[in-house]
């Protein structure tokens, strides 16, 4: 039983020494970005940029770790990927700090959101938000 006890925790080593920590930009809107940076002591190697397409239709995300990968998410897969990030928040260590700007903005339309204030924008006046 203790060399299996052995052989995990070295799995465990090895998969940490594989985390690489990334540099986050959060595109608020056109030319208006909130950097995250990757933590302290530790260089990040790969920047990651996510922001609203152009079209207004996805969330574009940009990885650049030497070379350039773009790819864009719907949003039914952005409220998917809300949901999960939700989930794991309480599954991961404490660390790092909260852009401050980011979470204020993003307490505000959850409280909007939630209180059934969301407008949108095709809505005419006296018609009820789904």
Same mark, same amino acid.
């Given at each position: ?55 207004? %239709?996805?969330?574009?995300?940009? &990885?650049?770790? !030497?070379? /350039?990968? #773009? ?14 990030? %939700?989930?794991?928040?309480?599954? &991961?260590?404490? !660390?790092? /700090?909260? #852009? ?31």
């Amino acid at each position: 039983m203790l060399p299996d006890k052995a052989q995990e925790r070295r799995r465990r080593a090895a998969k940490k020494e594989d985390e690489r920590p990334a540099d986050l930009e959060l595109w608020t809107g056109d030319g208006q970005g909130a950097p995250c940076p990757a933590r302290q002591g530790k260089p990040a190697s790969v920047q990651v940029s996510i922001g609203r397409t152009d079209s207004e %239709r996805a969330l574009g995300f940009s &990885i650049h770790d !030497g070379k /350039t990968i #773009n790819f864009v998410l719907n949003r039914a897969q952005v409220e998917t990927l809300l949901h999960f990030c %939700r989930y794991q928040i309480l599954r &991961i260590k404490r !660390g790092g /700090t909260v #852009n401050p700007m980011i979470k204020f903005v993003a307490d505000l339309i959850e409280r909007r959101i939630g209180s059934g204030g969301r407008r949108r924008r095709d809505m005419a006046p006296g018609d009820k938000a789904r």
